[in-house]
């Protein structure tokens, strides 16, 4: 088990989990781990059960420790993207909502500014 994969697995708040359920890979350089998060569980998928099903999200880091320093909250994440450490091939709502799965440090998702307030009576 990979260390970040061990950090992940101790970090995850399932409250914060929602409704996401998404099939998600965390690659770097030398390595990658697939999970499924969805009903308030994260799951590590193995090499058969990630055959053929491609990663809605896959978070790019450019090693390991990049990785464990944004998911511990070392590391801004905003601060790994500007120095080429980190990227995301998704939605970014998604990758905000990651990062509050794995790590209380990680910063609220951006509002989606195209949503317009609920009216009430």
Known sequence: MFLLQQH???H???SAVG???LHVRFDWQ????DAHIGSDTLSWLDA???AGADPELTLYFSDEQ???DVFNGQRSPIDA???GDFRSSGYIIWTFALLRIFAASAPEAPENSTSSASETD
Request: net charge negative; charged share 20%.
């Open 8 to 10: 992940l697995q101790q």
């Open 12 to 14: 995850f708040n399932a």
């Open 19 to 21: 409704e996401l359920d």
């Open 30 to 33: 030398s390595g990658c781990v």
């Open 48 to 50: 058969e059960s990630r």
């Open 66 to 68: 990049s990785a464990l």
């Open 81 to 83: 993207f500007m120095h």
